[in-house]
């Protein structure tokens, strides 16, 4: 049994027509070039379509042929077995399951699967990764979307002296002052502890002892120790590896990761989970919630105004369950 070949001898680029003979027996023979080898010492590529396949010997001479179907038929009457992906290639009920088991994939690990992933890791990242990971992302903040606070010192110093009392003094937070006319009233926290205050968020308290402003930095507080921002940080990039993945693009991760944490939108749970721990901490303080009721209708207000798709201060939707939350006084 022969098929023809084109021959390279890995010594120059010259190609030989050669034929090349498969025996009973299990040997491969080339007489123009004295080769006899056992089969069981050749390569011979898979068939994938109609592409040339390649045979490989040891003294490093290797053949091309596009007689696909008489290999097959040599490969099989010498018992020889070969790997399924021709096979494959041609099912189009595998080729359209493999579609749905992929897809099927995807929207897992985009939903369960990051949800896992996000619950597992962020109880499991060391504290120096977190920190390093913020203060990269807060640099990259700086960059983009904020500025330098306009807030007097003495104003500084009276919220500053609220959130100690809020933290105990812990060295494990630490509250940054900015500006942002271009995310609005807003503050978050970083998976490190770190949070930050945007001015224009201060601007809305009414009341000058900043109770307002307390309960924020408190429900702040509070998607910190649930590990809210790390989890999302985490769904976030799990999503934009996928995606750069799929699109060969990975600049994509360096250039959306900074800016997933002040864009994506808190989920339902993570609200009430941050309000009752809020409210909890202002009742540890003895402070009234009605104060961040009232200036979470002021953010409701400022949202209103502002149908500019740049705005962030989606973030933290408002609802009227949780002003009316807030109102209550047990």
Known sequence: ????????????????????????????????????????????????????????????????????????????????????????????????????????????????????????????????????ASIETLKQLDKTYLQESNLTQKQKNQILKLFQKLTDNSNEYKLHFRSSPKIGANAFALPSGDIILLDELVFLDKNSNYYGVLGVLAHEKGHYVYRHGLKILIKGTIATSIISYFTGDVSFIATTLPTILVTSKYSREYERQADIYAKGELERLNISSKPLANIFVEIEKENSKDNNLTNLLSTHPITKERIDYFSQED
């Open 1 to 132: 049994m022969k098929i023809e070949a084109k021959l390279y001898d890995g010594k120059s680029s010259k190609e030989y027509i050669v034929d090349i003979e498969f025996r009973e027996n299990k040997r491969v023979i080339i007489n123009e070039f004295d080769i006899d080898e056992p089969i069981k010492n050749i390569k011979i590529s898979s068939r994938l379509g109609n592409t040339p396949r390649l045979i490989e010997f040891p003294n490093g001479i290797r053949c091309k042929s596009d007689e696909n179907d008489k290999i097959d038929s040599i490969l099989k009457n010498l018992n020889i077995k070969t790997a399924p992906i021709h096979k494959l290639e041609k099912s189009w009920k595998l080729a359209i399951s493999s579609i749905f088991v992929i897809v099927a994939f995807i929207v897992f690990m985009l939903t369960s699967g990051a949800d896992y992933t996000a619950n597992y890791l962020s109880t499991k990242l060391p504290k120096n990764i977190l920190n390093s």
